[in-house]
């Protein structure tokens, strides 16, 4: 199973910022677009943002703007760069694989994760 390992989350201000990192092992993953999820309890678990090989990125409309997605495909590492933090966005963050179809637009829509995943990182934006 591909290891996934994500980093960086904490407690945290409405209107501030956290950088999460997300570590991927296998070298095939600097060619797969790649991911970051959340959930909260009781909800589902959604991708919020998206990053392909060549860096299209795509979002959600609940992150856009004030979210961005970046990697370094040297390191097999994923980040999430996170501003204008809102309660809303509390929750478990996990990264992970993200297959699309390649006859279309990098979508949010469109995304469908990869089966295993990691221990994800909790954010939790509160004063």
């Known amino acids: 199973q591909v290891q996934l390992v994500e980093s960086g989350g904490g407690l945290v201000q409405p209107g501030g910022s956290l950088r999460l990192s997300c570590a991927a092992s296998g070298s095939l993953s600097s060619i797969r677009a790649m991911g970051w999820y959340r959930q909260a309890p009781g909800s589902q678990r959604d991708l919020v943002a998206l990053?392909?090989?060549?860096?299209?990125?795509d979002y959600a409309t609940s992150v856009k703007g004030r979210f961005t997605i970046s990697r370094d495909n040297a390191k097999n590492t994923v980040f999430l760069q996170m501003n204008a933090l809102e309660p809303e966005d509390t929750a478990v963050y996990y990264c992970?694989?993200?297959?699309?179809?390649?006859?279309?637009?990098?979508?949010?829509?469109?995304?469908?994760?990869?089966?295993?995943w990691g221990q994800g990182t909790q954010v939790t934006v509160s004063s």
């Open positions: 992970n694989v993200v297959f699309l179809p390649l006859d279309a637009p990098p979508r949010i829509r469109l995304g469908v994760p990869g089966t295993s």
């Open positions: 990053i392909t090989a060549a860096g299209v990125t």
